[in-house]
């Protein structure tokens, strides 16, 4: 049984351009949170999709956007990167059902450095 | 903005040890989480605690809640150098908000 699988794990962009991360859930489920963790600080949540539509979101620009494939697949994209985007992007996933009282499954990252 | 304050920000005990970490939340808590992480990789989660409980247990883990005061505390007995990671503490307000809010960690270190 795969886990959450994220990609790639590693990349490198300039300031303005653009980056696309990608997520696969774990198997069965069916929602997916995209999380930004700065380095040295704990993991901020950015938004969370269900049923390919955006459910809930925190506090970020307009330039984090998402999307959730009918496979419950995940990709985040960020527009014009800032040095601040500098960071561990972390995608979840659970049940909707269980997200009120259940815990999370985390993939392994994907560090992006902005230079 | 991050809810969650852990307490100390680094611990470093001997193997054997027991170690303590404290967490400490600002508004209502539907449920209280920990988790793992081991050098920048990906999130392990640990244990997770409802606001209507106040101690729960999970193999060398104990967790407890105290929602008057708005804290928790992580447990870990018998440390082993394996433990070596950084720990949050995260909360869920439940219902239609099922985000969780993480703090900035705890960093414990176990020597062998």
């Known amino acids: 049984d795969a886990g959450v699988t994220q990609s790639p794990t590693h990349l490198i962009k300039t300031r303005g351009q653009q980056v696309t991360l990608r997520c696969s859930p774990k198997s069965g489920h069916d929602t997916v949170s995209w999380y930004q963790q700065a380095l040295g600080q704990g993991p901020q949540f950015i938004f969370q999709y269900y049923e390919e539509e955006e459910r809930q979101r925190g506090n970020f620009p307009d330039r984090f956007s998402g999307h959730q494939f009918p496979n419950y697949s995940s990709e985040l994209n960020v527009n014009a990167l800032l040095l601040g985007d500098s960071a561990l992007y972390l995608c979840?996933?659970?049940?909707?059902?269980?997200?009120?009282?259940?815990?999370?499954?985390f993939g392994e990252g994907s560090r992006l450095t902005v230079l | 903005s991050q809810q969650g304050e852990e307490d100390p920000q680094a611990l470093s005990i001997q193997e054997g040890e027991n170690a303590t970490m404290n967490c400490s939340y600002k508004?209502?808590?539907?449920?209280l989480q920990w988790y793992r992480q081991n050098s920048g990789r990906g999130l392990v989660h640990l244990i997770l605690?409802?606001?209507?409980?106040r101690e729960k247990h999970s193999g060398r883990l104990r967790v407890t809640l105290d929602t008057s005061k708005k804290s928790s505390s992580l447990l870990i007995t018998a440390s082993r150098a394996a433990d070596t990671a950084s720990y949050f503490c995260?909360?869920?307000?439940?219902?239609?908000?099922?985000?969780?809010?993480f703090g900035k960690g705890i960093t414990l270190s176990v020597r062998p």
């Open positions: 508004t209502s808590i539907n449920n």
């Open positions: 605690i409802r606001s209507n409980e």
């Open positions: 979840a996933s659970s049940f909707l059902t269980a997200l009120n009282t259940g815990e999370l499954f």
């Open positions: 995260a909360t869920g307000a439940g219902g239609a908000n099922s985000k969780l809010t």
